[in-house]
C-alpha cells in the first residue's frame, strides 16, 4: 500500500512523530550503538603494537585479525540479521546484539593466544552485524525522507566517535593500566591491552537496556509506503542463513527445485574461487621469508596468509549462493537489490573505497607512532581528537548539503560523493610523505574532512533506491561487499606490503589508491544513472511481482 507524502501519517503507534523528539533521541541512541560497534572492532589497531608483541605475530596476522577474520563473520551474518531487521522489532534486535558483542569485546581481555583472540573477534563480527541493517532501517522510519542525508550522516559521526574513541581510549587505558600495576599485582593478571579490551565493553551494557526501551516505529512511515507485517522473520532469518552457507545453499536449491542453471554456476563459481584461494595463499607466503602458522585444526596447520585467502575465498562464495538463494526465495528484492544498475555501481564504488579506508585507518595511527617523535599515547590521543572532530563535522556538512543539491538536481549527492573521493587521494599523498608530525596532522586534517563526506549521500542513495521492507536486507548486502572486500583485503594487503617492504608503512598504505581510478569512472556513470533507476522503482517492482 502506498501514500502520498501527504497523507504519510505524523506518527506511528507508541507516540512516535516522525522528527520528532522521540525520533531524535532514537537517532541518539542508534548513533551511540554504530560508535560502540566501531570502537569494539577498531580498538584492536592501536592496541597492535602491544599485542603483536605479547603473542609474538607479524603485522599480516594482525590485519586478518583485524579485517578477514571478524570480517567473514559480521558480513555473512549481516544477511539473516538484515533479513531479521525487515520483519521483526528492531530495537529489541539492536539490544540483543550490543548486548552480545560487548561479552565478546571483553573475552578478548582474557586471551592469550592467537586462537582466543580470534575466537573473539568473530564473535564480536556475529553480535555488530545488525547494527547497521536494523539501525538504518528504523532511522528510515524515524524522520521523512527529506531528510535521509541528515539523518544518515548520523552513521559516518558514530563511525568519527567510535574510531576516535578506539584510538584515544584504547592507548590512554592500556597506558594508564601499565603505569598503575608496573610492579605487578595487576587484577586478574591482566596487562594494559587486555585491560582496555574489558573496559571497552562496558557501555555496551548500558546502551542495550535503553534499547530495549525505545518504541518501534510504523515501518515505511519515513516514505508512505507500507507492507503487511511479516509472519515469520525467524523463520525467513534463518532460510537466508542456510541458504548462504557452503552445503547447506545446496539444500536450499534442492528443496526450492533451482533450475540446471543455478547449479551449475554455483558450482564453476566454487571451484574456480578455491583455486584462486589456494593460488593466492602460495603466492603470498613466498613474498616473505618467514610466515608462522597463525591456525591449527588438527593436523591442519594455516599460515596467516593461508588464513587471509581461505576466509576471503569463503566470502566471495557466500556472495554467490545468498544472491542465487535470493532469487528463488524473493523474486522482486533480487530484482531490485543485485539486479538494479545504480545499486551496482554504489555497492562497487562503497567496496572498493572501503579497502581504502580501512587500509588507511586501520594503520595511520601506528604509522604516526613510528615514525614521528613523541610518546606513543600522546600521538594516539591527538589522533584520536582529529579522527572525531573532522569524522563528525565533515559528514554533518555533507550531510545537509547532499539534502540541499538532491532537492535542486538530479543525481545531486552523487556530485558530493564524486568531489569527495576525487580529491581525497591527492591529499593522501601530502599526508604520508609529510616530513614532519606537525605537517602530517595538518594534512590529515584537509584530507580527513574532505573524504568523510561520501558516507551520507552514498547511503541516502542506496536507500532511496529499494523499498522500505528491503532496506535491512540492502544495508546487509552493502555491508557484505564492503566487508569482503574492504575489512578482508586493506587491513592484510597494508600489512602484507609493510612486511615485505621491511615495514615502511608509508608507502604501504598509498598503494592501496590503486583502485582510485575506478572508483571515480564508477561515480561519473551513476550521476547518469541513478536517476533514472530511481525513478523506474516502482514500476521493477511491480514487474517483478511486488504489490506496490
Same mark, same amino acid.
Not at 531524535?24 to 548513533?31: C, K
Not at 568473530?122 to 535521509?148: C, H, N, T, W
Given at each position: 500500500? %502506498?501514500?502520498?507524502?501527504?497523507?504519510?501519517?505524523?506518527?506511528?503507534?507508541?507516540?512516535?512523530?516522525?522528527?520528532?523528539?522521540?525520533?531524535?533521541?532514537?537517532?541518539? *541512541?542508534?548513533?551511540?550503538?554504530?560508535?560502540?560497534?566501531?570502537?569494539?572492532?577498531?580498538?584492536?589497531?592501536?592496541?597492535?603494537?602491544?599485542?603483536?608483541?605479547?603473542?609474538?605475530?607479524?603485522?599480516? +596476522?594482525?590485519?586478518?585479525?583485524?579485517?578477514?577474520?571478524?570480517?567473514?563473520?559480521?558480513?555473512? /551474518?549481516? *544477511?539473516?540479521?538484515?533479513?531479521?531487521?525487515?520483519?521483526?522489532?528492531?530495537?529489541?534486535?539492536?539490544?540483543?546484539?550490543?548486548?552480545?558483542?560487548?561479552?565478546?569485546?571483553? *573475552?578478548?581481555?582474557?586471551?592469550?593466544?592467537?586462537?582466543?583472540?580470534?575466537?573473539?573477534?568473530?564473535?564480536?563480527?556475529?553480535?555488530?552485524?545488525?547494527?547497521?541493517?536494523?539501525?538504518?532501517?528504523?532511522?528510515?522510519?524515524?524522520?521523512?525522507?527529506?531528510?535521509?542525508?541528515?539523518?544518515?550522516?548520523?552513521?559516518?559521526?558514530?563511525?568519527?566517535?567510535?574510531?576516535?574513541?578506539?584510538?584515544?581510549?584504547?592507548?590512554?587505558?592500556?597506558?594508564?593500566?601499565?603505569?598503575?600495576?608496573?610492579?605487578?599485582?595487576?587484577?586478574?593478571?591482566?596487562?594494559?591491552?587486555?585491560?582496555?579490551?574489558?573496559?571497552?565493553?562496558?557501555?555496551?551494557? &548500558?546502551?542495550?537496556?535503553?534499547?530495549?526501551?525505545?518504541?518501534?516505529?510504523? %515501518?515505511?512511515?519515513?516514505?508512505?509506503?507500507?507492507?503487511?507485517?511479516?509472519?515469520?522473520?525467524?523463520?525467513?532469518?534463518?532460510?537466508? &542463513?542456510?541458504?548462504?552457507?557452503?552445503?547447506?545453499?545446496?539444500? +536450499?536449491?534442492?528443496?526450492?527445485?533451482?533450475?540446471?542453471?543455478?547449479?551449475?554456476?554455483?558450482?564453476?563459481?566454487?571451484?574456480?574461487?578455491?583455486?584462486?584461494?589456494?593460488? *593466492?595463499?602460495?603466492?603470498?607466503?613466498?613474498?616473505?621469508?618467514?610466515?608462522?602458522?597463525? &591456525?591449527?585444526?588438527?593436523?591442519? +596447520?594455516?599460515?596467516?596468509?593461508?588464513?587471509?585467502?581461505?576466509?576471503?575465498?569463503?566470502?566471495?562464495?557466500?556472495?554467490?549462493?545468498?544472491?542465487?538463494?535470493?532469487?528463488?526465495?524473493?523474486?522482486?528484492?533480487?530484482?531490485?537489490?543485485?539486479?538494479?544498475?545504480?545499486?551496482?555501481?554504489?555497492?562497487?564504488?562503497?567496496?572498493?573505497?572501503?579497502?581504502?579506508? !580501512?587500509?588507511?585507518?586501520?594503520?595511520?595511527?601506528?604509522?604516526?607512532?613510528?615514525?614521528?617523535?613523541?610518546?606513543?599515547?600522546?600521538?594516539?590521543?591527538?589522533?584520536?581528537?582529529?579522527?572525531?572532530?573532522?569524522?563528525?563535522?565533515?559528514?554533518?556538512?555533507?550531510?545537509?548539503?547532499?539534502?540541499?543539491?538532491?532537492?535542486?538536481?538530479?543525481?545531486?549527492?552523487?556530485?558530493?560523493?564524486?568531489?569527495?573521493? $576525487?580529491?581525497?587521494?591527492?591529499?593522501?599523498?601530502?599526508?604520508?610523505?609529510?616530513?614532519?608530525?606537525?605537517? /602530517?596532522?595538518?594534512?590529515?586534517?584537509? !584530507?580527513?574532512?574532505?573524504?568523510?563526506?561520501?558516507?551520507?549521500?552514498?547511503?541516502?542513495?542506496?536507500?532511496?533506491?529499494?523499498?522500505?521492507?528491503?532496506?535491512?536486507?540492502?544495508?546487509?548486502?552493502?555491508?557484505?561487499?564492503?566487508?569482503?572486500?574492504?575489512?578482508?583485503?586493506?587491513?592484510?594487503?597494508?600489512?602484507?606490503?609493510?612486511?615485505?617492504?621491511?615495514?615502511?608503512?608509508?608507502?604501504?598504505?598509498?598503494?592501496? !589508491?590503486?583502485?582510485?581510478?575506478?572508483?571515480?569512472?564508477?561515480?561519473?556513470?551513476?550521476?547518469?544513472?541513478?536517476?533514472?533507476? +530511481?525513478?523506474?522503482?516502482?514500476?521493477?517492482?511491480?514487474?517483478? $511481482?511486488?504489490?506496490?
Amino acid at each position: 500500500m %502506498r501514500a502520498t507524502e501527504n497523507e504519510a501519517p505524523a506518527s506511528a503507534p507508541g507516540g512516535v512523530k516522525l522528527g520528532g523528539p522521540m525520533a531524535w533521541y532514537g537517532l541518539f *541512541l542508534v548513533t551511540m550503538t554504530v560508535a560502540m560497534s566501531l570502537l569494539d572492532r577498531q580498538i584492536l589497531a592501536i592496541l597492535a603494537p602491544r599485542i603483536k608483541a605479547d603473542l609474538n605475530i607479524g603485522d599480516a +596476522e594482525m590485519g586478518v585479525l583485524y579485517g578477514a577474520v571478524f570480517g567473514l563473520f559480521y558480513s555473512v /551474518f549481516s *544477511l539473516p540479521l538484515g533479513r531479521l531487521a525487515d520483519g521483526w522489532v528492531r530495537t529489541r534486535l539492536l539490544s540483543l546484539s550490543i548486548f552480545g558483542w560487548s561479552i565478546m569485546t571483553g *573475552l578478548a581481555g582474557f586471551a592469550n593466544s592467537f586462537g582466543m583472540l580470534a575466537l573473539s573477534r568473530l564473535g564480536v563480527g556475529i553480535g555488530e552485524a545488525s547494527s547497521q541493517p536494523a539501525g538504518m532501517s528504523l532511522l528510515s522510519d524515524y524522520f521523512p525522507k527529506k531528510q535521509r542525508g541528515m539523518v544518515t550522516s548520523a552513521m559516518a559521526v558514530a563511525v568519527a566517535l567510535g574510531l576516535g574513541g578506539a584510538i584515544g581510549l584504547g592507548a590512554l587505558i592500556a597506558d594508564w593500566w601499565e603505569n598503575a600495576f608496573a610492579d605487578g599485582g595487576a587484577p586478574l593478571g591482566l596487562k594494559g591491552w587486555q585491560a582496555a579490551f574489558v573496559i571497552a565493553a562496558s557501555p555496551g551494557f &548500558l546502551l542495550s537496556f535503553l534499547l530495549l526501551k525505545l518504541p518501534e516505529p510504523l %515501518r515505511g512511515a519515513g516514505d508512505g509506503v507500507f507492507s503487511k507485517p511479516d509472519p515469520a522473520p525467524f523463520r525467513a532469518s534463518l532460510d537466508t &542463513l542456510v541458504g548462504i552457507l557452503p552445503g547447506f545453499a545446496w539444500v +536450499e536449491f534442492a528443496r526450492r527445485k533451482a533450475p540446471v542453471k543455478i547449479w551449475i554456476v554455483n558450482i564453476i563459481a566454487a571451484v574456480v574461487i578455491a583455486s584462486l584461494a589456494v593460488f *593466492l595463499a602460495h603466492w603470498t607466503d613466498s613474498l616473505r621469508p618467514d610466515n608462522p602458522i597463525a &591456525l591449527r585444526i588438527g593436523a591442519l +596447520e594455516l599460515t596467516g596468509n593461508a588464513l587471509q585467502w581461505t576466509i576471503s575465498g569463503a566470502g566471495a562464495y557466500i556472495v554467490i549462493c545468498w544472491m542465487q538463494s535470493l532469487a528463488l526465495r524473493d523474486r522482486p528484492a533480487f530484482s531490485i537489490i543485485v539486479k538494479q544498475p545504480a545499486i551496482a555501481m554504489i555497492i562497487a564504488v562503497a567496496a572498493l573505497q572501503s579497502v581504502i579506508n !580501512y587500509g588507511v585507518m586501520s594503520w595511520s595511527a601506528v604509522y604516526a607512532i613510528q615514525n614521528f617523535e613523541g610518546a606513543q599515547t600522546t600521538i594516539a590521543v591527538q589522533f584520536s581528537i582529529l579522527i572525531t572532530v573532522l569524522g563528525i563535522t565533515g559528514p554533518l556538512i555533507a550531510g545537509l548539503a547532499s539534502d540541499w543539491m538532491n532537492q535542486r538536481f538530479k543525481g545531486g549527492r552523487i556530485y558530493l560523493a564524486l568531489f569527495a573521493l $576525487g580529491v581525497s587521494p591527492f591529499l593522501a599523498f601530502a599526508v604520508f610523505k609529510a616530513p614532519t608530525l606537525g605537517g /602530517f596532522f595538518s594534512w590529515f586534517v584537509v !584530507y580527513s574532512l574532505v573524504l568523510t563526506m561520501w558516507i551520507p549521500p552514498i547511503y541516502a542513495s542506496m536507500l532511496d533506491l529499494v523499498l522500505p521492507r528491503m532496506r535491512g536486507m540492502i544495508m546487509s548486502y552493502y555491508i557484505l561487499m564492503m566487508t569482503i572486500t574492504g575489512m578482508g583485503l586493506g587491513p592484510y594487503a597494508v600489512g602484507m606490503i609493510s612486511d615485505v617492504n621491511e615495514g615502511n608503512l608509508g608507502d604501504a598504505i598509498l598503494n592501496v !589508491y590503486w583502485v582510485a581510478p575506478a572508483i571515480i569512472t564508477l561515480l561519473v556513470a551513476l550521476v547518469w544513472r541513478l536517476p533514472k533507476d +530511481e525513478a523506474m522503482l516502482a514500476e521493477r517492482a511491480r514487474e517483478a $511481482g511486488e504489490p506496490v
